[in-house]
C-alpha cells in the first residue's frame, strides 16, 4: 500500500521497522523518566522530595551520555514550572551534567525509559516485553 507523497510503501512487515540504526548516535535522544525509573520512588513527599539514584539506572544514563547520545528527563513533575528546579539541582548534586527537563514527548525522541510503561510494537498493537540491546552486561564491560 502506498502512503502519501514521496513517502513509498508502508512497511508490510510490522516486525522488521524501517527505521534505521544510527550506529554512531549522533541526532538519537532518550527520554528518561525520573521518579521510580532514575530515582526511587514510593510516595509524593513534595517539589523537592526526589529519592536517591538508581545506580543501575544512573550508569546507563551517564554511559549513554558519554557515547554521544543526548538524554531528557521525562517527567510529568515539569507540567508544573515551579517543580523543575529541584530536579535541575538533584541532577547536579548526583553527579548528572545538565539536563533537559520535560514532560512533552518530541519528534526527537529515539525511546522513552519508564518504570510503568510498556513497548508496543509500531502499527500492530502487539505489546511486548523484551531488553533487547540494553543488556546490563554492555556496563559491566
Given at each position: 500500500?502506498?502512503?502519501?507523497g ?8 510490522p ?14 535522544c ?27 539506572m544512573?550508569k ?5 551520555i ?48 519508564d ?25 559491566e564491560a
Amino acid at each position: 500500500m502506498k502512503t502519501k507523497g514521496n513517502a513509498g510503501l508502508r512497511n508490510p512487515n510490522p516486525a522488521n521497522p524501517l527505521k534505521k540504526y544510527n550506529k554512531n548516535n549522533k541526532n538519537k535522544c532518550y527520554y528518561i523518566d525520573l521518579d521510580g525509573t532514575l530515582a526511587y520512588y514510593e510516595r509524593w513527599g513534595g517539589i523537592g522530595d526526589i529519592g536517591e539514584p538508581i545506580p543501575i539506572m544512573k550508569k546507563w544514563v551517564l554511559f549513554w551520555i558519554k557515547n554521544g547520545i543526548k538524554i531528557k528527563i521525562f517527567t510529568a513533575r515539569a507540567g508544573d514550572k515551579k517543580k523543575i528546579p529541584p530536579i535541575k539541582k538533584w541532577l547536579l548534586l548526583n553527579g548528572f551534567p545538565p539536563l533537559e527537563i520535560t514532560n512533552i514527548k518530541g519528534l526527537d525522541c529515539d525511546i522513552i525509559f519508564d518504570n510503568i510503561a510498556k513497548e508496543v510494537i509500531n502499527n500492530t498493537g502487539i505489546i511486548v516485553d523484551r531488553t533487547g540491546e540494553f543488556n546490563i552486561k554492555k556496563l559491566e564491560a
